[in-house]
């Protein structure tokens, strides 16, 4: 007898790929029980979801509309409003036509968008949370009130969990569930674990402020004067979305060229193929300077073997283990960044750093595989459904 699987239709708002398009493919390539649907904006990410052979529904009004500046303006709002009219009839129509059984959103404004849809169905919505908010955030507004509506709320790490606890009333942390995410390991080529002359530093990631790229290349200077054999890498892109994540690439670029360093620092934009990638990078440094949640950066660096060296707050704090897997120092610090990055190339080819890189691998492996983290999924799939 054939069995009828349970359908989850899962709504993402972002026409551009990033972390948690990322975690939905895993969850789309590891969940074999259930029968996953895909609705997002035409773009990027649709495309790719599109090339997996993954069945998907293009919703044009499913889009994060940013404030202006600091504000949100009457045309935003309006703008707003009307996205969440447009996409709920399309939604309760996705709904009806795939005998969808319950609602996934990843993240708030794919919950706001998917909310009067749920409501009108009578279907349950379970709510990713991928990001920490600031308390007094338009974001922490909408999910207090999507929280009343809401089966799960599924955080990524347990820093969402503690921030979603914080803007949420005791009453409703019964409903909050924390799973963290998981990555495929890779496998790990002869070359990658070669003693070699020259080290690169590598920085991976959209170019942003948060990000504390300028912080890095100032530590890096004297590095990069010290040793002929030593290089930085900038691997990511600008958002074009975002005006002053051009402007930033635009300064940093300059700060290099007054810093005589272009020849030792590369932008070498975005790389799709993680294995090109991470093979070209020895120390990988994940310095933000606010508390990430989680960083698949942190994740794919150690599970590539490499020595990562990141901000001893938030997501990487869980991840890594200090002075075993890797190595955390206080954000925003110069003279700790530049010391720790000296230590790890001074003693690159130690036993220590061997062993570390070793139990980089060792710790994802245990910790953050795709086998756990697909049991953890089915779990509360099977709760939501039962």
């Not at 991840?319 to 954000?331: K, S, V």
Request: positive net charge.
């Amino acid at each position: 007898m054939k069995v009828v699987k349970k359908k989850i239709l899962v709504i993402s708002v972002s026409n551009s790929w990033g972390g948690g398009e990322e975690f939905l493919l895993r969850l789309f390539e590891n969940i074999s029980d259930y029968e996953l649907m895909f609705a997002s904006p035409p773009g990027e990410s649709f495309s790719i979801f599109k090339e997996n052979n993954i069945n998907v529904v293009s919703i044009k009004s499913l889009k994060k509309l940013f404030r202006n500046g600091d504000r949100w303006n009457l045309i935003s709002k309006i703008r707003i409003a009307l996205n969440i009219v447009t996409s709920t009839y399309s939604l309760i129509m996705s709904i009806f036509d795939n005998k969808i059984d319950f609602v996934l959103a990843n993240g708030n404004y794919a919950g706001l968008l998917s909310l009067p849809a749920v409501l009108f169905t009578s279907k349950r919505l379970l709510i990713m949370q991928h990001l920490i908010y600031n308390e007094s955030s338009i974001e922490a507004k909408i999910l207090k009130i999507l929280s009343r509506f809401v089966f799960r709320i599924v955080c990524v790490s347990t820093s969402v969990e503690e921030n979603i606890k914080r803007i949420l009333r005791r009453s409703l942390h019964n409903k909050i569930i924390m799973i963290h995410n998981g990555i495929k390991l890779p496998v790990l080529q002869l070359q990658q674990v070669n003693l070699k002359d020259n080290i690169n530093i590598g920085i991976v990631g959209s170019i942003i402020r948060l990000k504390s790229i300028d912080t890095i290349i100032s530590a890096a200077k004297r590095i990069l004067n010290d040793y002929k054999n030593v290089s930085l890498k900038i691997y990511g892109n600008a958002r074009t979305f975002e005006s002053d994540s051009l402007v930033y690439e635009s300064e940093l670029k300059n700060m290099i060229n007054e810093f005589g360093l272009s020849d030792k620092i590369c932008f070498c934009g975005f790389e799709e193929s993680k294995q090109k990638l991470y093979s070209g990078i020895d120390i990988v440094i994940n310095y933000s300077k606010i508390a990430e949640a989680f960083s698949y950066t942190v994740l794919e660096a150690m599970a590539f073997g490499k020595i990562i060296i990141a901000s001893d707050i938030g997501g990487p704090k869980e991840i890594i283990t200090n002075e075993y897997d890797g190595f955390l120092i206080t954000p925003s610090d110069v003279e700790a960044l530049f010391q720790k990055m000296d230590y790890c190339i001074r003693n690159f080819h130690s036993p220590e750093m061997i062993a570390l890189k070793s139990n980089a691998r060792k710790t994802v492996e245990e910790k953050f595989s795709m086998k756990n983290f697909a049991i953890q999924y089915k779990k509360l799939f099977d709760s939501v459904s039962n």
